[in-house]
């Protein structure tokens, strides 16, 4: 039985962050890219409603990249679609091959089978006319991408809800940024989506972001709005109380004898929010919450 309680939240996560970052405009062709696992199938059932009841018109098609992998069982994704009734195409590329060609023994094929199955994405979208490519990354993926990049790349970045394709022809959205993984993987067990596993091309596994996950799994258990804070710190950035001189123009500070913006806030005490975008020190729900919210009612 579907969980619509977890169905109207995820519905609603979805709408506010594309609303907030105008992730979709009245007229954009919408290409989804669907690999056969819980984050995917969840992002299209959400588009796929938001289709129906948003006040502006949009489309929305699938597409699955069968990379021939041994044991992949083509037939899922094109039965499921099909009972679905929507637009779909599978594009056949044997990107298997290649990578285990050049890729040495015992080492990790994701980097070269990412950068293989972006680059026919985009002639996809191309070929197909999108005017956005639509990818299930979710708030966990972000801020596992977050704390591996500082850990592990000496940056302070994470995946953007919306960006630019490296070739430039393209804009590149992630609908479920607000979304908990855990909340989907739950939905998606109530939706009984035909999930294909993602080890079927045999690669070692990523050592160092399983550790990344296990480490946020951990925290969320003993401090259950850590996960929501940390999040939400990804939307209020303060350049002025980092370090980067190519964000803040550190070199010319001088005094002014008058009261600075966002001076010494770096010495108060946070305000602390929850999964549900809850001012905890106040009991009141924030503005992109409420946002999120009318959205849904309107429609």
Request: net charge neutral; glycine share 6%.
């Amino acid at each position: 039985m579907v969980n619509t309680k977890l169905q109207n939240k995820l519905r609603k996560l979805t709408a506010q962050a594309i609303t907030q970052y105008a992730m979709i405009a009245d007229g954009d062709r919408v290409m989804v890219c669907l690999s056969g696992g819980k984050d995917s199938y969840t992002m299209l059932d959400n588009l796929l409603y938001l289709q129906k009841v948003a006040p502006i018109s949009f489309e929305v098609f699938a597409v699955n990249l069968d990379q021939k992998q041994p044991g992949f069982p083509a037939h899922i994704l094109p039965e499921y679609l099909t009972q679905l009734g929507i637009e779909h195409y599978i594009v056949n590329e044997d990107t298997y091959s290649i990578v285990k060609e050049k890729t040495p023994e015992g080492k990790t094929t994701c980097a070269l089978c990412s950068r293989l199955r972006r680059a026919i994405l985009y002639k996809t979208a191309k070929q197909f006319k999108a005017t956005k490519i639509a990818l299930g990354h979710h708030r966990d993926d972000m801020l596992e991408t977050l704390l591996l990049n500082m850990f592990h790349g000496g940056q302070l970045k994470s995946m953007p809800p919306k960006l630019v394709s490296d070739n430039g022809e393209h804009i590149v959205i992630r609908p479920l940024a607000f979304c908990a993984e855990a909340d989907i993987a739950q939905y998606s067990l109530s939706k009984g989506y035909p999930i294909i596993p993602c080890n079927l091309c045999g690669s070692q596994e990523n050592l160092q972001r399983k550790q990344i996950k296990m480490m946020l799994q951990d925290w969320h258990v003993q401090f259950p709005t850590r996960i929501a804070s940390m999040a939400k710190s990804l939307q209020q950035v303060v350049p002025s109380h980092l370090a980067d001189n190519h964000l803040y123009n550190f070199t010319d500070i001088t005094t002014t004898g008058e009261p600075v913006k966002d001076g010494d806030i770096g010495f108060d005490e946070p305000q602390l929010v929850n999964s549900a975008n809850i001012d905890v020190s106040t009991g009141t729900q924030t503005k992109q919450a409420q946002t999120s919210i009318e959205f849904l009612e309107i429609t």
